[in-house]
């Protein structure tokens, strides 16, 4: 059989991705995953995730983050779906906290639009809302939630009717590169491309070390959210934004009540628990402090929440060291591109992620900076 173009090893929100915009090419493509996404196994599911453009965690993130948002709208109008809501993100903390100045100059570098509020302008904004009266917050009116597990299956369903094949519930055994492509062994057989994306999640560690990238320092960790129930209308998606706040306890993210399910709430640093190594994901639960966090952060900082969890759901972060992310070529197989380490805070990215995934495994320029996501800052 004649090879495909590109296989995309791995199809979550940064693999769907890539394997549409490599079919939008027209490149011939097949997509494989271990499990039939969107699923419950790795990083994207949960409902929703926060997009923002004036990026805390660094200035170099916001052009990608603004390709992401004018891609997510494509999406949504290629595929007919809402995949993205315009609630505003609300991010607070001490003046001078270093994500609160990196997103002001953010802003100020890129010519965004983004309030300083002082303590009694949010609550005056926000009545749900009782932060230390210290704090200030920067708001940015036109970022948002995204729908997590429909962005997904809109790119699943886009990639589909670009003619790109996808191979579920299918792990892939093993890699062997050359210079011309590489094989893919999976128990449904072997398959080969001229090109390889791989964006396998919390597998990524081993299934790199294969392709000799073997001192990679990639940490999968299993993370949970909590719904609560608000007990008035202050935190309806027309009310309330997404927020992340830089408090005493630690760094919480949230998202407003959307569809009456309740206001969901994380904890973004805290408590590292690696996951198991068979990388079976404990669901929400399993330990005795899930969600402890988040209840004794909604019954100080949200007066309208009953600090009671409603819901709960467990994912994987899969760290690096430095929490940016890998995108990159392969060292000594350029026709390879590595997508790993998203670090918490990818998702928001898949659009565009997927979009330079596919430009590098075809040799093409990616369109960005890549400097700070290089595989080299861990092998030399």
């Not at 007919?80 to 802003?107: I, N, V, W």
């Amino acid at each position: 059989m004649e090879p495909y173009d590109v296989i995309v090893v791995g199809a979550g929100a940064m693999g769907m991705s890539a394997g549409y915009h490599a079919a939008r090419s027209g490149r011939r493509t097949l997509l494989i995953d271990a499990f039939d996404p969107p699923h419950e196994h790795g990083t994207h599911h949960g409902e929703t995730r926060i997009i923002r453009h004036a990026y805390g965690e660094g200035r170099e993130y916001t052009p990608m983050a603004l390709r992401a948002q004018a891609l997510w709208a494509e999406l949504e109008r290629e595929t007919g779906r809402q995949l993205f809501l315009e609630t505003g993100f609300l991010q607070a903390g001490e003046p001078g906290s270093q994500m609160l100045t990196e997103m002001q100059d953010s802003a100020k570098k890129h010519g965004l639009h983004v309030e300083v509020l002082g303590n009694s302008d949010i609550r005056k904004r926000w009545p749900g809302l009782a932060l230390p009266e210290s704090f200030i917050g920067c708001y940015e009116a036109d970022s948002g939630v995204l729908l997590s597990d429909a962005c997904v299956q809109a790119y699943r369903d886009a990639a589909v009717a670009r003619g790109a094949e996808i191979l579920v519930n299918t792990p892939v055994i093993a890699i062997q590169p050359d210079a011309a492509g590489a094989e893919v062994v999976t128990a449904a057989g072997s398959f080969r491309a001229r090109s390889l994306v791989v964006t396998a999640g919390k597998f990524a560690g081993p299934m790199l070390a294969q392709l000799g990238l073997k001192r990679l320092p990639l940490s999968p960790i299993r993370k949970t959210v909590e719904w609560f129930m608000p007990a008035t209308a202050d935190y309806a998606p027309d009310r309330f934004p997404a927020f992340l706040f830089d408090l005493p306890e630690g760094i919480f993210f949230g998202f407003p009540d959307i569809g009456g399910e309740g206001m969901k709430a994380g904890r973004h640093d805290g408590l590292i628990r690696p996951m198991p190594e068979d990388g079976v994901l404990p669901p929400h639960g399993t330990f005795d402090d899930d969600g402890r966090d988040c209840a004794a952060y909604v019954a100080k900082y949200m007066p309208g929440v009953v600090p009671e969890i409603i819901k709960g759901s467990a994912c994987t972060y899969t760290m690096t060291p430095d929490e940016h992310f890998i995108l990159d070529r392969h060292p000594d197989y350029p026709h390879i591109a590595v997508g790993a380490g998203f670090s918490g805070h990818g998702f928001k990215f898949a659009s565009a992620n997927g979009e330079i995934l596919a430009k590098l495994a075809a040799g093409e320029d990616p369109g960005f900076d890549l400097s700070l996501f290089t595989l080299r800052r861990f092998n030399p």
